[in-house]
C-alpha cells in the first residue's frame, strides 16, 4: 500500500474505500517498472497446444497465464500490496459469501446459510461441513473467528506491519463475534447494517486456515492457505505468482492444472502477448488496442458491465466558491472523455456516481453531467474569478492523461488558467491523501465496484468522515456536511427496490447540486481481453478486478 508523504495526514479507518486500481500500482508502487519475456516461462508450465484453442469443449488441463498489474509476492486478505497480488487471494480463498457481478446479489458460499434478526443486530451463519483446506485440515467456525478477528482488531499479531485491515470499519460495529458450535458463528452488531452479507464477500472477508494462521502468523501471505479451487505454489516479488488446481475444491477440481498471475507492465507487450498466446487473459488491455483486439481471432474481446466511475475531485478548500466549482463541472466534455481517453470504452454518466450495473442507478440525475459552457462562464464571471489559475493532477498511466488534457482545454476555455502535474501511479494516491499537496485543486481518479452496491459509491464517496469527503476534498469541513453520514446510513439500510432508490438519488441531486466537490467524467469498465480458445471464465467479475478463474480451461 503506498505511504503518504511526510507532510501527509493520516487517512481515517475508510482508508480501504478508495479505488484499489489507482492505489495499488504494483509495478510502479514497489519499484519493479519492469517487463519480462514470457515464452519460457509459460513453456516451462505448459501452456495448452494452439492447435487447441479451437475446441467448442473445455479442454482439461494445461495452464492459464493472466497478466497482472504486479506483485510483491505477499498475499494476504488483510494487506494491500498490488491488484494481482488480491487476484490470487480471490483465488486461494473463498469467503462467508460470494457475489458473482453477473448478479449483485449476495450467495452462499462457505457459509451454506444465513438468519437476520428482526432487529437486524443479530446474523447467525450455518457453514458448510466437509469442506477441505489446502492444508487438509476441515473448515470450522474457529477459521472464520480467526480470519475476521485479525481483520478487525488492529493488534491482531497474525498481522503484517502496515496491514490495512479493509473490513475494519465493518468490524467497528461488531459487538461481538462468536462461534456456537463447529458449524455455527454468530456476528451481533451494535446498529443494523443490510451490507454486511455483500462486504463480506470482498477479499477482505476471505477464509484462512486457522492452523496455516498460528504456524505463519504475520507471514501468511507468503504461502496463503485458503479453500478456494486453486492453492498457492510459489510466488516471486516483481515476477509472478504460481498457483495450481485444488482436487478437492467443493465445488469440483478446476478444469486448468495451473494458474500463474505474471507481472506485465508494457502495455504494448500485454497487447502482443494476448495475440501470441503468451498471455491468456487481461483486465489490463490498453484501452486504444481494443478496437484492433476485437478484429483479431487470436483473441476474444469481453463487453463487460460498466461498473466504475472516471471521477475528478475538487477540494473545497481550495475552491472555495460553489459558483466556480459549478462552472468547471459544467465546462466538462464528457463526449470527448469517452471517445478519446476510453476510445468508446464506456457511457457518459447519466446516474451521477452509482454506474448502470448496479441497483440503485437513476437516469434522472443525467443534468447533473451535462456540458453547458455558456452558462459555466456565466458562474465564473458572477463568481469575478475568470483568469484564476487553479490546478490539476492526474496519474500518468491508463486513461487518466487523455482525460486530463481535455479538461484542461475545457477549462482553458472556460476562462481559467490551468496547470497540469502528471503524476507516477505509485506516489498518486499518497498525494490525494495530503491536502497540503501543490496539485490538490482538481484530481482524476476512480472508484471501482468490489461490492456491487451503492454504498460502495456514493456511500463511500459522499461520507465526510471517509478519504474522498475529508482529505481528498474538504467537503467534511462544509455547512451541513455532516447530515450526509446519517442519510447514507439510512439509505444503506433500506431493502433494494424503489424506496432505496429513490433515497440514493435524492442523496446525489442535494451532494452534486449544494456542494459539487466530484465531478462525473463517465463510466467506463476494466477491458477484459482473452485468447481466443480461453473459455468459461467469469469476465464481468475480471472487469472489476475480481478474479474467479474456477471454470476456465485454455
Not at 479453500?227 to 505468482?241: E, H, W
Not at 498511466?397 to 507516477?424: C, F, R
Not at 472489476?544 to 485454455?554: D, Y
Request: with cysteine; net charge negative; proline share 5%.
Amino acid at each position: 500500500m503506498p505511504r503518504p508523504t511526510s507532510a501527509a495526514p493520516q487517512p481515517s479507518p475508510e482508508t480501504p474505500d478508495v479505488s484499489r486500481r489507482t492505489m495499488l500500482r504494483g509495478a510502479g508502487l514497489l519499484g519493479m517498472g519492469m517487463t519480462f519475456g514470457l515464452s519460457g516461462l509459460l513453456s516451462a508450465c505448459g501452456v495448452a497446444a494452439d492447435d487447441d484453442k479451437d475446441s467448442g469443449s473445455a479442454q482439461k488441463g494445461g495452464t492459464l497465464t493472466m497478466a497482472i498489474d504486479g506483485t510483491s509476492a505477499v498475499n494476504d486478505p488483510a494487506f494491500y500490496t498490488t491488484l494481482g497480488d488480491w487476484m490470487a487471494v480471490d483465488c486461494i480463498c473463498r469467503g462467508l459469501t460470494f457475489i458473482s457481478f453477473e448478479d449483485n446479489t449476495p450467495q452462499p458460499d462457505l457459509a451454506e446459510s444465513w438468519e437476520i434478526s428482526d432487529d437486524q443486530l443479530t446474523y447467525t451463519f450455518k457453514l458448510r461441513s466437509g469442506v477441505t483446506f489446502h492444508d487438509g485440515t476441515t473448515f470450522t467456525s474457529a477459521d472464520v473467528l480467526a480470519s475476521l478477528n485479525r481483520q478487525f482488531d488492529e493488534k491482531d499479531k497474525t498481522l503484517p506491519d502496515g496491514a490495512s485491515r479493509p473490513l475494519n470499519s465493518l468490524g467497528a460495529n461488531v459487538k461481538s463475534l462468536k462461534a456456537k458450535d463447529d458449524l455455527t458463528v454468530v456476528m451481533v452488531l451494535l446498529k443494523p447494517d443490510r451490507t454486511v452479507l455483500s462486504r463480506l464477500s470482498d477479499i477482505g472477508g476471505r477464509i484462512i486456515s486457522s492452523a496455516a494462521l498460528k504456524e505463519k502468523g504475520a507471514d501468511i501471505g507468503k504461502g496463503l492457505v485458503g479453500t478456494g479451487p486453486f492453492k498457492f505454489v510459489s510466488s516471486t516479488s516483481g515476477q509472478s505468482v504460481v498457483l495450481e488446481a485444488f482436487d478437492d475444491f467443493r465445488l469440483g477440481r478446476p478444469p486448468i492444472d495451473r494458474l500463474v498471475l505474471q507481472q506485465v507492465t508494457d502495455p504494448s507487450t500485454i497487447v502482443s502477448s494476448l495475440i501470441s498466446g503468451d498471455i491468456s487473459a487481461t483486465q489490463f488491455t490498453p484501452y486504444s488496442s481494443l478496437a484492433s483486439l476485437a478484429k483479431n481471432d487470436a483473441v476474444t474481446v469481453y463487453d463487460t458491465s460498466l461498473g466504475f466511475d472516471a471521477i475528478m475531485m475538487v477540494d473545497a478548500r481550495r475552491i472555495p466558491e460553489l459558483e466556480v466549482r459549478q462552472a468547471i463541472n459544467l465546462a466538462i466534455d464528457r463526449n470527448a472523455i469517452v471517445s478519446q481517453a476510453f476510445f468508446g470504452k464506456g457511457q457518459t454518466p447519466d446516474g451521477y456516481t452509482i454506474p448502470p450495473s448496479q441497483n440503485g442507478y437513476d437516469a434522472s440525475l443525467k443534468d447533473l453531467s451535462t456540458q453547458d459552457m455558456a452558462k459555466a462562464k456565466e458562474l465564473l464571471k458572477g463568481a469575478g474569478a475568470e483568469g484564476r489559475t487553479v490546478k490539476l493532477m492526474a496519474a500518468s498511466d491508463s486513461w487518466h492523461p487523455k482525460a486530463a488534457q481535455i479538461v484542461e482545454q475545457n477549462l482553458t476555455d472556460l476562462g481559467l488558467k490551468v496547470e497540469v502535474d502528471s503524476v507516477d501511479p505509485a506516489t498518486y494516491f499518497g498525494r490525494v491523501i495530503d491536502p497540503e499537496d501543490d496539485y490538490h485543486d482538481l484530481m482524476i481518479w476512480e472508484r471501482n465496484s468490489y461490492v456491487p452496491d451503492p454504498d460502495n459509491m456514493i456511500g463511500a464517496m459522499a461520507k465526510p468522515s471517509g478519504v474522498y469527503g475529508d482529505f481528498a476534498t474538504g467537503f467534511a469541513s462544509l455547512d451541513g456536511a455532516d447530515a450526509f453520514e446519517d442519510d447514507l446510513y439510512e439509505a444503506k439500510n433500506l431493502p433494494d427496490g424503489a424506496e432505496r432508490t429513490a433515497k440514493y438519488t435524492d442523496i446525489q441531486r442535494r451532494w452534486a447540486e449544494k456542494y459539487m466537490v466530484l465531478v462525473m467524467l463517465g463510466y467506463s469498465t476494466n477491458p477484459v481481453v482473452s485468447g481466443a480458445g480461453v473459455k468459461g471464465f467469469n469476465s464481468n467479475a475480471l472487469g472489476n478486478h475480481r478474479c474467479f478463474m474456477e471454470k476456465a480451461s485454455v
